[in-house]
Nanobody
Framework: VQLQASGGGSVQAGGSLRLSCSAS????????VGWFRQAPGQEREFVAG????????AYEDSVKGRFTISRDNAKNMVYLQMNSLKSEDTAVYYC?????????????????WGQGTQVTVSS
């Protein structure tokens, strides 16, 4: 599976962005998918995950209530709607497909990673 993240950009605090993750060469309709982010000098961290059918989602505490992960298996796409953005959300965002059907938090369970997309939030 080859993944591609897109939709990043620069926005002011309080604004919104919608990230998209597309898959090529193979579908990821049977895989959990996660969004991770990495700020300069920091570890890549889990942001949100979604199960193969969208029936289960998980979020990192700091984004709960602001970010929403969704998927459209017919289009082979996963999305991350980010609202009420804060400066601390600034990072490179990556999507990844898990070895599991669930969108788990553990980075080690993801074996397909896309190129990142930069999100910059200015205060």
């Amino acid at each position: 599976v080859q993944l591609q993240a897109s939709g990043g950009g620069s926005v002011q605090a309080g604004g919104s962005l919608r990230l998209s993750c597309s898959a090529s060469r193979r579908t990821f309709t049977n895989n959990g998918v996660g969004w991770f982010r990495q700020a300069p000098g920091q570890e890549r961290e889990f942001v949100a995950g979604i199960s193969w059918n969208g029936g289960s989602t998980a979020y990192e505490d700091s984004v709960k209530g602001r970010f929403t992960i969704s998927r459209d298996n017919a289009k082979n796409m996963v999305y991350l709607q980010m609202n009420s953005l804060k400066s601390e959300d600034t990072a490179v965002y990556y999507c990844a497909a898990a070895r599991t059907a669930a969108g788990v938090r553990q980075k080690a369970l993801y074996n397909y990673w896309g190129q990142g997309t930069q999100v910059t939030v200015s205060s």
